[in-house]
């Protein structure tokens, strides 16, 4: 083990495996232990009785950080302005927070003077690489303690033993069906009948969203008022941008709005199935690429799309703390500057659809894009415009007719 390690910050959930973290630490490198708790919004359950658990596990204090506001303003909306989408599915609920969850816990560290942050992840995932390279780019005098990666015990049992033998209560159970996490944009499952990719999701695993075949037999509509890329009213009710989250993930929800079922490439190498649920997030990416369809021209849409593609897999790999994450940033909000306007959206049993939009910035002209009669287009315009455009062709093909 380490030397020189005398105060330890560990990102701590009151599940087992943190429970069990707290006097494995002290045990090992003889060091005072403190509880770091963020608030994302992961549920009501989850935050109950904590700071009594983390104390209870040995921890000198526990510090319960709400990061539900700076989390949406600061972590989802840049990257909705992006439009990043990994693999084309998933809208990184998971990877979105962990930075925010990581700097907040470096900034703690830093006022405790600890000499170092722990985490609870194991060596398999991607978080282990979110959390320590957040550290590495934030504060990169501070150790890191791994556990999952050093310690011998690999079961819950042995977890569980291990917690009874120094009298540390905990309520978790030998059989976990489920691995779970949850915040303000979306919760995610993964393990039981997931880890076969031929067996279908039971209704167990859907924890936020109803079945789309028992959603309501009625549609229901829902008005987005954007302002620069940024959702700022539903219905025209002014919120901030966590109000916002909550109110679209209520309404989705009981539409079935929102649920993926994936098998997504790790940072790590392997590939692993996890079934997600966005029901606001998704409403809200509908309405902002509504938005863009009529705002952006294709060259800049084009350019957009290449962001989203490259800024997905930055906050996928944990890399939002560099360079490349400011540039990206800065070109989305340059090209949010127009993207400003209303969309009215369909939900009804698992979809959502943009059927009514307007934007003071619109490119779209009914005057040219008229099938009927008009005076602002003369289409002899257009072949010149061919010619040219297919220059390139002409001359290829030409050059090969004049070899045979």
């Given at each position: 083990?380490?030397?020189?390690?005398?105060?330890?910050?560990?990102?701590?959930?009151?599940?087992?495996?943190?429970?069990?973290?707290?006097?494995?630490?002290?045990?090992?490198?003889?060091?005072?232990?403190?509880?770091?708790?963020?608030?994302?919004?992961?549920?009501?359950?989850?935050?109950?009785?904590?700071?009594?658990?983390?104390?209870?596990?040995?921890?000198?204090?526990?510090?319960?950080?709400?990061?539900?506001?700076?989390?949406?303003?600061?972590?989802?909306?840049?990257?909705?302005?992006?439009?990043?989408?990994?693999?084309?599915?998933?809208?990184?609920?998971?990877?979105?927070?962990?930075?925010?969850?990581?700097?907040?816990?470096?900034?703690?560290?830093?006022?405790?003077?600890?000499?170092?942050?722990?985490?609870?992840?194991?060596?398999?995932?991607?978080?282990?690489?979110?959390?320590?390279?957040?550290?590495?780019?934030?504060?990169?005098?501070?150790?890191?303690?791994?556990?999952?990666?050093?310690?011998?015990?690999?079961?819950?049992?042995?977890?569980?033993?291990?917690?009874?033998?120094?009298?540390?209560?905990?309520?978790?159970?030998?059989?976990?069906?489920?691995?779970?996490?949850?915040?303000?944009?979306?919760?995610?499952?993964?393990?039981?009948?997931?880890?076969?990719?031929?067996?279908?999701?039971?209704?167990?695993?859907?924890?936020?969203?109803?079945?789309?075949?028992?959603?309501?037999?009625?549609?229901?509509?829902?008005?987005?008022?954007?302002?620069?890329?940024?959702?700022?009213?539903?219905?025209?009710?002014?919120?901030?941008?966590?109000?916002?989250?909550?109110?679209?993930?209520?309404?989705?929800?009981?539409?079935?709005?929102?649920?993926?079922?994936?098998?997504?490439?790790?940072?790590?190498?392997?590939?692993?199935?996890?079934?997600?649920?966005?029901?606001?997030?998704?409403?809200?990416?509908?309405?902002?690429?509504?938005?863009?369809?009529?705002?952006?021209?294709?060259?800049?849409?084009?350019?957009?799309?290449?962001?989203?593609?490259?800024?997905?897999?930055?906050?996928?790999?944990?890399?939002?703390f560099t360079p490349l994450c400011k540039a990206i940033v800065a070109s989305a909000d340059a090209i949010a500057e127009d993207l400003t306007g209303e969309v009215v959206l369909k939900m009804y049993k698992g979809s959502v659809t943009a059927v009514q939009k307007r934007s003071i910035?619109?490119?779209?002209?009914?005057?040219?894009?008229?099938?009927?009669?008009?005076?602002?287009?003369?289409?002899?315009?257009?072949?010149?415009?061919?010619?040219?455009?297919?220059?390139?062709?002409?001359?290829?093909?030409?050059?090969?007719?004049?070899?045979?």
């Open positions: 083990m380490q030397q020189g390690i005398n105060k330890v910050v560990l990102a701590y959930s009151g599940g087992l495996d943190t429970s069990a973290i707290v006097p494995w630490l002290k045990e090992n490198y003889n060091c005072e232990v403190i509880c770091f708790v963020a608030d994302v919004c992961q549920g009501a359950d989850d935050l109950e009785g904590v700071e009594q658990k983390a104390l209870a596990s040995g921890a000198s204090k526990c510090i319960v950080k709400d990061l539900k506001e700076e989390f949406v303003k600061d972590y989802v909306y840049p990257t909705l302005k992006t439009g990043a989408i990994y693999e084309g599915t998933y809208l990184l609920g998971t990877s979105m927070a962990r930075p925010v969850i990581a700097k907040a816990m470096v900034e703690a560290a830093m006022a405790e003077g600890a000499d170092a942050i722990a985490h609870g992840c194991t060596g398999k995932g991607n978080d282990q690489v979110r959390f320590e390279g957040a550290v590495a780019a934030l504060a990169p005098q501070l150790k890191v303690i791994a556990p999952w990666r050093i310690w011998t015990m690999r079961s819950r049992e042995e977890l569980l033993n291990y917690l009874s033998e120094r009298n540390i209560p905990c309520k978790a159970s030998i059989t976990k069906i489920y691995s779970r996490d949850a915040n303000a944009w979306h919760i995610s499952t993964e393990g039981g009948e997931l880890e076969s990719t031929w067996n279908e999701a039971s209704e167990a695993v859907w924890q936020w969203t109803v079945a789309p075949e028992q959603a309501p037999d009625q549609p229901e509509m829902v008005k987005l008022g954007i302002v620069k890329g940024e959702v700022v009213a539903v219905d025209d009710k002014q919120l901030s941008p966590y109000q916002v989250l909550v109110e679209l993930n209520a309404r989705a929800a009981k539409h079935g709005v929102g649920r993926i079922d994936i098998t997504e490439n790790r940072l790590v190498g392997m590939k692993s199935r996890g079934c997600y649920e966005t029901p606001g997030g998704t409403v809200m990416m509908a309405a902002l690429r509504a938005v863009e369809e009529l705002v952006l021209d294709k060259t800049t849409r084009a350019w957009r799309e290449k962001l989203g593609a490259e800024f997905s897999h930055l906050v996928y790999d944990g890399r939002w910035n619109s490119l779209y002209s009914e005057d040219f894009a008229t099938f009927g009669a008009d005076e602002v287009y003369d289409q002899s315009h257009a072949e010149g415009f061919i010619r040219l455009y297919t220059l390139a062709s002409r001359i290829r093909a030409l050059k090969e007719q004049s070899k045979k």
